[in-house]
Protein backbone atom coordinates (compact mmCIF):
# COMPACT_ATOMS: atom_id res chain seq x y z
CA UNK A 1 0.00 0.00 0.00
CA UNK A 2 1.88 3.25 -1.14
CA UNK A 3 1.69 6.12 1.54
CA UNK A 4 1.06 9.19 0.04
CA UNK A 5 3.37 12.55 1.22
CA UNK A 6 1.23 15.32 3.04
CA UNK A 7 3.01 18.45 3.98
CA UNK A 8 3.32 18.80 7.49
CA UNK A 9 5.56 20.85 9.66
CA UNK A 10 7.40 20.18 12.99
CA UNK A 11 8.07 23.04 14.65
CA UNK A 12 10.82 23.58 17.62
CA UNK A 13 9.16 24.99 20.41
CA UNK A 14 12.44 24.95 22.85
CA UNK A 15 15.39 24.17 23.45
CA UNK A 16 17.79 21.46 26.33
CA UNK A 17 19.97 23.46 28.20
CA UNK A 18 22.29 20.49 29.71
CA UNK A 19 25.43 19.56 31.01
CA UNK A 20 25.51 16.52 28.48
CA UNK A 21 27.70 17.41 25.69
CA UNK A 22 28.42 14.37 24.01
CA UNK A 23 26.56 10.73 23.32
CA UNK A 24 29.07 9.08 25.24
CA UNK A 25 28.18 10.58 28.24
CA UNK A 26 23.97 9.63 27.97
CA UNK A 27 22.99 6.39 30.18
CA UNK A 28 21.67 3.71 27.71
CA UNK A 29 18.14 3.76 29.50
CA UNK A 30 17.27 7.53 30.92
CA UNK A 31 16.01 5.56 34.55
CA UNK A 32 19.33 4.40 35.21
CA UNK A 33 20.15 8.26 35.34
CA UNK A 34 19.54 11.55 37.31
CA UNK A 35 20.79 13.91 35.21
CA UNK A 36 19.11 17.39 34.88
CA UNK A 37 18.36 19.61 32.28
CA UNK A 38 16.77 23.14 31.57
CA UNK A 39 14.17 23.09 28.79
CA UNK A 40 14.06 26.66 27.58
CA UNK A 41 10.99 27.54 26.03
CA UNK A 42 10.61 30.00 22.49
CA UNK A 43 9.31 32.92 24.05
CA UNK A 44 6.29 33.08 21.81
CA UNK A 45 5.39 29.89 23.52
CA UNK A 46 5.51 30.70 26.73
CA UNK A 47 1.97 31.55 26.86
CA UNK A 48 1.77 27.39 27.03
CA UNK A 49 3.27 26.87 30.27
CA UNK A 50 0.25 28.08 31.98
CA UNK A 51 -0.71 25.50 34.45
CA UNK A 52 2.47 23.61 34.27
CA UNK A 53 3.78 23.72 38.16
CA UNK A 54 7.28 22.10 40.22
CA UNK A 55 6.39 18.63 41.32
CA UNK A 56 4.42 18.25 38.25
CA UNK A 57 5.09 15.00 35.33
CA UNK A 58 5.32 15.82 31.76
CA UNK A 59 6.21 14.40 28.66
CA UNK A 60 9.03 15.71 26.48
CA UNK A 61 9.22 15.45 22.91
CA UNK A 62 12.43 16.06 21.29
CA UNK A 63 14.28 15.65 18.21
CA UNK A 64 16.94 13.77 18.36
CA UNK A 65 19.41 15.61 15.76
CA UNK A 66 22.50 13.64 16.23
CA UNK A 67 20.69 10.13 15.62
CA UNK A 68 21.50 8.33 12.61
CA UNK A 69 18.09 8.15 10.65
CA UNK A 70 19.00 5.61 7.87
CA UNK A 71 19.46 2.75 10.70
CA UNK A 72 16.74 0.12 10.89
CA UNK A 73 18.90 -2.61 12.83
CA UNK A 74 20.66 -2.03 16.27
CA UNK A 75 22.61 -3.36 18.71
CA UNK A 76 20.37 -3.33 22.45
CA UNK A 77 21.66 -0.82 24.94
CA UNK A 78 24.69 -0.65 22.07
CA UNK A 79 26.28 -3.67 23.05
CA UNK A 80 27.76 -5.41 20.15
CA UNK A 81 27.04 -8.70 22.22
CA UNK A 82 23.01 -8.46 21.93
CA UNK A 83 21.89 -9.64 18.59
CA UNK A 84 20.92 -7.24 16.31
CA UNK A 85 17.13 -6.06 16.84
CA UNK A 86 15.04 -3.66 14.47
CA UNK A 87 14.79 0.09 16.36
CA UNK A 88 11.07 -0.17 16.73
CA UNK A 89 12.15 -2.87 18.79
CA UNK A 90 14.24 -1.07 20.92
CA UNK A 91 14.67 2.47 23.09
CA UNK A 92 18.00 3.02 20.29
CA UNK A 93 17.56 7.07 19.47
CA UNK A 94 18.85 5.84 15.48
CA UNK A 95 15.43 5.76 13.57
CA UNK A 96 13.49 6.47 10.58
CA UNK A 97 12.17 9.48 12.35
CA UNK A 98 14.20 10.27 15.78
CA UNK A 99 11.83 11.56 18.30
CA UNK A 100 12.59 11.31 21.75
CA UNK A 101 10.23 10.68 24.47
CA UNK A 102 11.13 11.23 27.79
CA UNK A 103 9.23 10.96 30.97
CA UNK A 104 10.34 14.01 34.04
CA UNK A 105 9.37 15.85 36.59
CA UNK A 106 9.46 19.66 36.80
CA UNK A 107 12.12 20.71 39.75
CA UNK A 108 11.19 24.66 39.28
CA UNK A 109 10.34 27.12 36.81
CA UNK A 110 11.96 30.21 35.89
CA UNK A 111 8.59 32.42 34.63
CA UNK A 112 8.59 33.14 31.43
CA UNK A 113 10.59 30.45 29.54
CA UNK A 114 12.60 27.81 31.65
CA UNK A 115 11.59 25.01 33.12
CA UNK A 116 13.98 22.82 35.48
CA UNK A 117 13.63 19.44 35.22
CA UNK A 118 15.18 15.96 36.19
CA UNK A 119 15.34 12.95 35.11
CA UNK A 120 16.23 14.32 31.23
CA UNK A 121 19.56 12.62 30.14
CA UNK A 122 19.68 14.41 26.57
CA UNK A 123 22.42 15.99 24.33
CA UNK A 124 23.15 20.20 25.44
CA UNK A 125 21.58 21.88 22.40
CA UNK A 126 18.61 19.25 21.65
CA UNK A 127 15.16 20.66 19.65
CA UNK A 128 12.27 19.97 21.88
CA UNK A 129 9.13 19.71 19.66
CA UNK A 130 6.32 19.45 22.60
CA UNK A 131 5.62 19.03 25.92
CA UNK A 132 2.89 16.86 27.31
CA UNK A 133 1.33 16.90 31.43
CA UNK A 134 0.71 14.19 32.72
CA UNK A 135 -2.50 13.78 35.65
CA UNK A 136 -1.85 12.16 38.94
CA UNK A 137 -2.34 8.43 38.20
CA UNK A 138 -1.40 8.63 34.62
CA UNK A 139 0.55 5.42 33.55
CA UNK A 140 3.27 5.46 31.25
Known sequence: MPIKQRDFQL???????????????C??????????????????????????EPG????????????????LKVHPRGNPENPMR??????SPHRPNPIGLHRTRILSIQWPC?????????????PVVDIKSLLPGDHF
Not at 11 to 25: C, M, P, T
Not at 31 to 50: D, N, R, S, V, W
Open 11 to 25: RQIGIIRSDLKALHQ
Open 27 to 52: RPQEKEGHAKACIEIAPEYAEALHGL
Open 56 to 71: GEILVLTWLHLAERFR
Open 86 to 91: GVFATR
Open 114 to 126: RLFVQPLEVIDNT
